[in-house]
């Protein structure tokens, strides 16, 4: 069984900051990673992924995550926000094998202002 | 289609009632999911669908829920004898195994009262 843990429900910060959103993760097998958004009354949007190779991985709109197997984490980076990223983000995660469902954190709500 | 289409996009039902809530895959897609939002938290996983295997249900909560697929094109997802805990964004997705990459409907809202 694998389990997501985004310790941080809320994380506000002034536009032009740099953003850290944290992302644990327990599996007893191999996982892939992503990082989905989801902007007021919109669907889920994958921001970027991590399957195998390089540890940083870089996605859409500036964000970047580092994959850090010792510590089972994935978190999000992005060294200045803006308005528009004001949303949900939600870490998950899947296994290796089948590649099929994904178990996903709680999320951690971006809050951008000036 | 040009992405994951769901219908309705919001329902409202009195609760015991049925409901059927429909997923159109992205043409190609071989895998499709449902999901689960309730309020304020995370997606939970509800059943998965892989070509012609069997799906994987075991994200169904009680036996009210069920789902079914037409080979890799549409699915429904029936909720019977809705329940107020019932009420939540009910996400389909779906992906090209290669890609390992999920690709999410707009959701339909469920509300039971």
């Known amino acids: 069984a694998q389990s997501v843990t985004q310790l941080d429900s809320q994380v506000p910060v002034f536009e032009e900051a740099p953003v850290e959103l944290r992302c644990n993760y327990s599996?007893?097998?191999?996982?892939?990673l992503f990082w989905y958004v989801q902007y007021p009354n919109q669907g889920l949007q994958l921001l970027l992924k991590y399957l195998s190779g390089s540890t940083l991985v870089k996605g859409i709109n500036g964000f970047e995550a580092e994959f850090n197997k010792s510590q089972t984490s994935f978190h999000l980076r992005k060294p200045s926000v803006h308005i528009s990223d004001t949303a949900e983000y939600f870490c998950?995660?899947?296994?290796?094998?089948?590649?099929?469902?994904?178990?996903f954190g709680t999320g951690t709500r971006l809050q951008v202002t000036l | 289609g040009a992405g994951v289409s769901q219908s309705p996009s919001n329902k409202v039902t009195e609760k015991g009632k049925d409901v059927e809530l429909r997923c159109d895959p992205i043409s190609g897609h071989t895998a499709l999911y449902w999901y689960r939002q309730r309020l304020g938290q995370g997606l939970e996983f509800l059943i998965y669908?892989?070509?012609?295997?069997?799906?994987?249900k075991s994200g169904l909560p009680s036996d009210r829920f069920s789902a079914e697929r037409t080979g890799e094109s549409v699915s429904t997802l029936t909720i019977q004898r809705t329940q107020q805990e019932d009420s939540a964004v009910y996400l389909c997705a779906s992906s090209s195994p290669r890609l390992y990459e999920q690709y999410f409907g707009p959701g339909t809202r469920l509300t039971v009262t």
């Open positions: 669908f892989q070509g012609n295997s069997a799906p994987d």
């Open positions: 998950a995660v899947s296994d290796t094998g089948t590649a099929s469902k994904l178990t």
């Open positions: 599996s007893s097998v191999s996982v892939y």
